[in-house]
T-cell receptor, first 114, second 115 residues
């Protein structure tokens, strides 16, 4: 079974631009979560989607948004990019949200903001 | 709120020796603990988790972890380290009571296995 895939793997943008990242979960997984990884802040939770609904959101500004489609694929969008948005963005999928279910991570999208 | 502590930023161990990577977490509803590993330029790979039962959990690649409820710890162990185990290890917890799916991560421990 194919793992979590994320596209693109690398992105370079300039301040003020916006960016859209894509995540395809493992087949059959309906829950998708997004995390931001930076050297300074570590791994931080962005948001989680299940059945096309946002269930939970981390402490990030409104410039960060996401959505989930009926096939469970998810996108996240960052508008008005800032230098501090440079990070590895990780997507994780699980069968259902919560409990003991394991989240499986994709390889990430490395975003560089110049 | 949950918080996860990995007290060692770096752990060095000789190949063939046992290794331990420590993790403790704050108690708020007895969360589920997990371990993940990250290799360079890769995402996180799941190693193991504690659900219930035996306090010694066996996971992928020969790793195991010891769950201690009273000390709220979930230390990662391996009897004999390999050079290929060198990577960044993250402990994480998920809230058991709220039903939220998100994981709270520690800051990571870089493991270096010396040949």
């Amino acid at each position: 079974k194919a793992g979590v895939t994320q596209t693109p793997r690398y992105l370079i943008k300039t301040r003020g631009q916006q960016v859209t990242l894509s995540c395809s979960p493992i087949s059959g997984h309906r829950s998708v979560s997004w995390y931001q990884q930076t050297p300074g802040q570590g791994l931080q939770f962005l948001f989680e989607y299940f059945s096309e609904t946002q269930r939970n959101k981390g402490n990030f500004p409104g410039r960060f948004s996401g959505r989930q489609f009926s096939n469970s694929r998810s996108e996240m969008n960052v508008s008005t990019l800032e230098l501090g948005d440079s990070a590895l963005y990780l997507c994780a999928s699980s069968l259902v949200p919560g409990g003991t279910d394991t989240q499986y991570f994709g390889p990430g999208t490395r975003l560089t903001v110049l | 709120a949950q918080s996860v502590a990995q007290p060692e930023d770096q752990v060095n161990v000789a190949e063939g020796n046992p290794l331990t990577v420590k993790c403790t977490y704050s108690v708020s509803g007895n969360p589920y603990p997990f371990w993940y590993v990250q290799y360079p330029n890769r995402g996180l790979q799941f190693l193991l988790k504690y659900i219930t039962g035996d306090n010694l959990v066996k996971g992928s690649y020969g790793f195991e972890a010891e769950f201690n409820k009273s000390q709220t710890s979930f230390h990662l162990k391996k009897p004999s380290a390999l050079v290929s185990d060198s990577a960044l290890y993250f402990c994480a917890v998920r809230d058991r009571e709220t039903g939220a799916n998100n994981l709270f991560f520690g800051t990571g421990t870089r493991l270096t296995v010396i040949p």
